[in-house]
T-cell receptor, first 115, second 113 residues
Framework: KAGVTQTPRYLIKTRGQQVTLSCSPI?????VSWYQQTPGQGLQFLFE???????NKGNFPGRFSGRQFSNSRSEMNVSTLELGDSALYLC??????????????FGNGTRLTVT | AQTVTQSQPEMSVQEAETVTLSCTYD???????LFWYKQPPSRQMILVIR??????QNATENRFSVNFQKAAKSFSLKISDSQLGDTAMYFC??????????FGKGTRLHILP
């Protein structure tokens, strides 16, 4: 089975621009969650989608948004980029039902640099 | 290669008791970060506590504290006055200076009423 695929691997943008990141989950997984990882800070939860609906949301500003398609692929969008948005963005997929004991599977991430 | 080991797959304690979750890791690096994450039934990873390896003082966040023993490569999490809402999977994680994060297999914690 193919793992979680994130594209692109690297992105360089300038302040004020917007960016879209893509995540393809493991086949059969219906939940996709997004995390921001900054140096030394660990993972910060952005949001989670399940069956095309946002099910959980972290404490990030509205500039961060996402969506999920019927094939469970997910995109994350960041508008009006700020220097502080520079980070590694990770997505994780899982079966998605509560208490299903299935682990999260992480992609390799998209490293976004804002200049 | 770095590894993270959580030796307790599952634990149960009574509400209001104190519980300690174990974590050991292996690395040859000197500067790194350690984390404990909580994963409730809704599945997202929620950061509980963070420790920088170069700091000797143990991190504390309200009822959560760690016992960081760098020489022993041990990073246990203590939850005081446990609450029903603490029921979750807990993951220990290691992150090196290249931002590569490695998770343990998790400990399922049940807080019993």
């Amino acid at each position: 089975k193919a793992g979680v695929t994130q594209t692109p691997r690297y992105l360089i943008k300038t302040r004020g621009q917007q960016v879209t990141l893509s995540c393809s989950p493991i086949s059969g997984h219906r939940s996709v969650s997004w995390y921001q990882q900054t140096p030394g800070q660990g993972l910060q939860f952005l949001f989670e989608y399940f069956s095309e609906t946002q099910r959980n949301k972290g404490n990030f500003p509205g500039r961060f948004s996402g969506r999920q398609f019927s094939n469970s692929r997910s995109e994350m969008n960041v508008s009006t980029l700020e220097l502080g948005d520079s980070a590694l963005y990770l997505c994780a997929s899982s079966l998605g039902t509560y208490n299903d004991n299935s682990p999260l599977h992480f992609g390799n991430g998209t490293r976004l640099t804002v200049t | 290669a770095q590894t993270v080991t959580q030796s307790q797959p599952e634990m149960s304690v009574q509400e209001a008791e104190t519980v300690t979750l174990s974590c050991t890791y292996d690395t040859s690096e000197n500067n790194y970060y350690l984390f404990w994450y909580k994963q409730p039934p809704s599945r997202q990873m929620i950061l509980v506590i963070r420790q920088e390896a170069y700091k000797q003082q143990n991190a504390t966040e309200n009822r959560f504290s760690v016992n960081f023993q760098k020489a022993a490569k041990s990073f246990s999490l203590k939850i005081s006055d446990s609450q029903l809402g603490d029921t979750a999977m807990y993951f220990c994680a290691f992150m090196n200076r290249d931002d590569k994060i490695i998770f343990g297999k998790g400990t399922r914690l049940h807080i019993l009423p």
